[in-house]
């Protein structure tokens, strides 16, 4: 079990520019949350997959961000056209499916991509 | 909306100092509670999860109680160390999607 791994780890990019980031969740686990974390605050969920499917996006998730997990593995979230607000980290995690942990359903967190937009 | 508020912000404490960290949330109705531990620049680990039935939960130094009825956690750590010095993020659970809404944390630091 290697945990969940994250790629790139940095990404420094011009306003403008479009960004992709590509999470790897932990082999058996099902389900993949997104989040994004600024300087001095708690992680805020962005957006949450089962499977290949997007469950739930938050209201931050503007247009400007989509996100997607083809075959139900691997994800990757891009942000189009970015602006400086969007300098934070994005962390990604992922947990058993619901049916085999319920309530103990602990959530599995990468290292993080920390974007800075210039 | 569920919120989750830690305070104080920044605790600084000796070595060898036993020390409580706070955490209160507004929505009583949650699934489970986390405390996940983040040093800087890096993910989170899990450090306790207490479910919604539970009162508290150990491991190892650290204990983590719940009383849901109240709105509030704490997680006490038991002989603090230098390796201690982190951010101590606290997160509630509120449906069956397991979404995490977390406090801000509280940044101890441990002196030598």
């Known amino acids: 079990d290697t945990g969940v791994s994250q790629d790139p780890r940095h990404k420094i990019t011009k306003r403008g520019q479009n960004v992709t980031f590509r999470c790897d969740p932990i082999?058996?686990?099902?389900?993949l949350y997104w989040y994004r974390q600024t300087l001095g605050q708690g992680p805020e969920f962005l957006t949450y997959?089962?499977?290949?499917?997007?469950?739930?996006k938050s209201r931050l998730l503007s247009d400007r961000f989509s996100a997607e997990r083809p075959k139900g593995s691997f994800s990757t979230l891009e942000i189009q056209r970015t602006e400086q607000g969007d300098s934070a980290m994005y962390l990604c995690?992922?947990?058993?499916?619901?049916?085999?942990?319920?309530?103990?359903?602990?959530?599995?967190f990468g290292p993080g991509t920390r974007l800075t937009v210039l | 909306k569920q919120e989750v508020t830690q305070i104080p912000a920044a605790l600084s404490v000796p070595e060898g100092e036993n020390l409580v960290l706070n955490c209160s949330f507004t929505?009583?109705?949650?699934?489970?509670l986390q405390w996940f531990r983040q040093d800087p620049g890096k993910g989170l680990t899990s450090l306790l999860l207490?479910?919604?039935?539970?009162r508290e939960q150990t491991s190892g130094r650290l204990n983590a109680s719940l009383d849901k009825s109240s709105g509030r956690s704490t997680l006490y750590i038991a002989a603090s160390q230098p390796g201690d010095s982190a951010t101590y993020l606290c997160?509630?659970?509120?449906?069956?999607?397991?979404?995490?809404?977390f406090g801000k944390g509280i940044t101890l630091s441990v002196r030598p």
């Open positions: 997959f089962q499977n290949e499917a997007q469950l739930e």
């Open positions: 082999s058996e686990h099902n389900r």
């Open positions: 929505d009583s109705a949650i699934y489970n």
């Open positions: 995690a992922s947990s058993l499916p619901y049916r085999l942990a319920g309530l103990r359903n602990t959530q599995y």
């Open positions: 207490i479910q919604s039935s539970q």
């Open positions: 997160a509630v659970t509120t449906g069956a999607n397991s979404k995490l809404t």
